[in-house]
């Protein structure tokens, strides 16, 4: 839905597609009998839309996607105007409602592979439906990004290693200014597959979204000015700089919200300012756990999303952090 939002770090959210896949990995490469918790979990997207099925997409490899209407495409046009009128650029996040790099065919076959099945005609038929709605989609995007400098575009993925694939080739070697490109990560299979992907894309801000952390995470060599390579697809890295430039992290915030390790929070503080990198701390989430001389205790918060920083006690103060990063380009 194009619309004002709540998310603390942005001023609108801008849904293009609706419907996804969630996306997990799974503990034995090839092997469908576990996973590692994944941020897709509990996607409070997939919950409203089997309310609004046909606005809001089917969730699953065999669901369905839907392009948002032609009037929510045109309304960054008018967020535009309004940032250059105001002289204040404006932050859009997309999406929340799906995901901007979803590859419906080839995920398809990924899930018949992991599953050991034979799709059906009928299956394959509806993935190239849903392919050619994410396709159409992406080109929409892109074109808006180009037609609204005066807006950011927070541009997030859990499907990070598609997006060098797909971004229009020139985004290569001269990446949009406003190009701020994001991918999720939960856990430490997520950062040690994504942000390998995310550090060779040439955009502007390039950020990682922990939301939900749902465990300790190491992600210092991505914040290290000498990690990334040199050549980004064309774009060197003197222009737009060599790591990861911004870290978002939250906890769940509905009611079957997983706990919310607040150790996890710190280290993120931590290894951000060891690095300088910015850092938004939106919430504690729902259930947040703090350790009190060795025990595990959950933190009362009265709002259910932990999101009220004057709300956190005094000892964790150090948490209160709400930073934006530099654009280089
Ligand atoms: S990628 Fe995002 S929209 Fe898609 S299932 Fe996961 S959380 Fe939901």
């Known amino acids: 839905m194009g ?13 293009g597609v609706r419907g996804c896949a969630k996306k997990r990995i799974p503990i034995v ?13 509990h996607c409070y997207a997939e919950s409203m839309s089997k309310r609004f099925p046909k606005n809001l997409g089917i969730w699953g490899v065999n669901g369905v996607r839907v392009l948002a209407k032609q009037h929510i495409w045109d309304e960054p046009h008018h967020w535009n105007r309004r940032a250059k009128e105001r002289g204040v650029r404006g932050r859009v ?10 590859m419906p065919v080839k995920e398809l076959h990924a899930d018949a592979k992991l599953y050991g099945y034979e799709p ?18 992406r080109r929409k995007l892109f074109a808006l990004v ?30 949009p200014s406003n190009w701020w490109q994001g991918t999720s990560v939960s856990t430490q299979p997520d950062v040690d597959f994504r942000l390998a992907k995310l550090i060779e894309v040439p955009a502007a801000v390039r950020f990682i979204s922990a939301e939900p952390l ?5 992600i210092r060599r991505f914040l290290d000015n000498e990690y990334a390579p040199r050549d980004f697809g064309g774009a060197m890295a003197e222009a737009i700089g060599w790591r990861v430039d911004w870290v978002i992290c939250g906890g769940e915030s509905s009611l079957s919200a997983r706990e919310f390790d607040i150790p996890a929070m710190e280290s993120l503080v931590d290894q951000c300012a060891e690095y300088g990198v910015a850092l938004f701390n939106k919430q504690l989430g729902f259930r947040p756990i ?30 209160r952090i709400r930073q934006f990063p530099e654009v280089r380009l």
């Open 290 to 319: 703090e350790e009190i001389d060795s025990t595990r205790v959950r933190l009362k918060l009265v709002d259910k999303k932990g999101g009220d920083m004057d709300e956190w006690p005094e000892r964790l103060s150090h948490l």
């Open 120 to 137: 059906t005609n009928e299956q394959v038929e509806n993935a190239e439906r849903n392919q050619h709605v994410c396709d159409e989609a």
């Open 146 to 175: 180009e037609a609204t400098p005066f807006l950011d575009w927070l541009l997030l993925t859990k499907r990070i290693e598609e997006i060098v694939g797909q971004v229009p080739k020139h985004w290569l070697s001269d990446p």
């Open 29 to 41: 490469e090839g092997n469908p009998e576990a996973f590692y918790p994944s941020g897709c979990d």
């Open 214 to 218: 749902l465990e300790k995470i190491d």
């Open 93 to 102: 996040f997309a999406y929340s409602l799906g995901d901007m790099g979803e």
């Open 3 to 15: 619309e004002q939002t709540k998310i603390e770090w942005c001023d609108h959210t801008f849904n």
